[in-house]
C-alpha cells in the first residue's frame, strides 16, 4: 500500500473523447503532482498544487486540465487528446515545506490515444 | 539549470553480484537532495534512498548505498547482493532548496540474471 491510489489504471481513448484520471493521496500530504512519463525521456512534471493553489503548470497544452478540490484529491481532465499524448500518467504526493522529503508516487495510469 | 544524467540505458548483473548505476547532476545550487527511485514493470515509482547535499556521510538503506561524491557532483547507486526482484528502471532524481520541483533522469533499465 503506497497511499496514492490512481484510477483508472488504464484508459484508452479516441482523440474526441473527453475523460478524466483521478488521484486520491491517504498520507496527509499538502502536495500533490501530475507527471507524464513517455518512453526513453525522463518525468516530465506537468503541474504542482501546494495546499490545493496551482504552483507549477510547465508550459502543458490546454487539452490537459488539472483539478485539485482538496488536498487529498487531485483530479486530470483530459479532451481532445492526440496520439503523442499516449504515456504513463503518474501523481505523486509530498509534504511541504519540509525540506527534501521525498515525493510517494502511484502506480499511474497508462494512457493510450487513438 | 538543473539536469540529472544517466548514461547507462540497460544494465545486466548476475544474481547476489554488486552493481552500480550511474547519476551525476547538475545545479548551481549549494543546497540540494539527490534520491533514487525504483520503477518495476507495474508502473509505480518506489523511493529507495535519499541524500542530502551537507550529508557528510554516504546514505545507506539495505542493501542500497549511495556513493555521493560532490566535487564530481555524482550519486551513483550501489545494489549489493542483487536479487532477481530487483530487475527494473531505476531513476535518479534532484531537488533543489528553491521549490518542490524533482528533477529526473532518463532511467537505467536493470535486469538481474539468475
Known amino acids: 500500500e503506497t497511499g496514492v491510489t490512481q484510477t483508472p489504471r488504464h484508459l484508452v481513448m479516441g482523440m474526441t473523447n473527453k475523460k478524466s484520471l483521478k488521484c486520491e493521496q491517504h498520507l496527509g500530504h499538502n502536495a500533490m503532482y501530475w507527471y507524464k512519463q513517455s518512453a526513453k525521456k525522463p518525468l516530465e512534471l506537468m503541474f504542482v498544487?501546494?495546499?490545493?493553489?496551482?504552483?507549477e503548470n510547465n508550459s502543458v497544452p490546454s487539452r490537459f486540465s488539472p483539478e485539485c478540490p482538496n488536498s487529498s484529491h487531485l483530479f486530470l481532465h483530459l479532451h481532445t487528446l492526440q496520439p503523442e499524448d499516449s504515456a504513463l500518467y503518474l501523481c505523486?504526493?509530498?509534504?511541504?515545506?519540509?525540506?527534501?522529503?521525498?515525493?510517494?508516487f502511484g502506480p499511474g495510469t497508462r494512457l493510450t490515444v487513438l | 539549470a538543473q539536469k540529472i544524467t544517466q548514461t547507462q540505458p540497460g544494465m545486466f548483473v548476475q544474481e547476489k553480484e554488486a552493481v552500480t548505476l550511474d547519476c551525476t547532476y547538475d545545479?548551481?545550487?549549494?543546497?540540494?537532495?539527490l534520491f533514487w527511485y525504483k520503477q518495476p514493470s507495474s508502473g509505480e515509482m518506489i523511493f529507495l534512498i535519499y541524500?542530502?547535499?551537507?550529508?557528510?556521510q554516504n546514505a545507506t538503506e539495505g542493501r542500497y548505498s549511495l556513493n555521493f561524491q560532490k566535487a564530481r557532483k555524482s550519486a551513483n547507486l550501489v545494489i549489493s547482493a542483487s536479487q532477481l526482484g530487483d530487475s527494473a528502471m531505476y531513476f535518479c532524481a534532484m531537488r533543489v532548496r528553491t521549490g518542490n520541483q524533482f528533477y529526473f533522469g532518463t532511467g537505467t533499465s536493470l535486469t538481474v540474471i539468475p
Open positions: 545545479t548551481s545550487d549549494q543546497s540540494y537532495g
Open positions: 498544487y501546494n495546499f490545493k493553489e496551482q504552483t
Open positions: 505523486a504526493s509530498s509534504q511541504e515545506p519540509v525540506n527534501y522529503n521525498e515525493q510517494f
Open positions: 541524500q542530502g547535499s551537507y550529508d557528510e
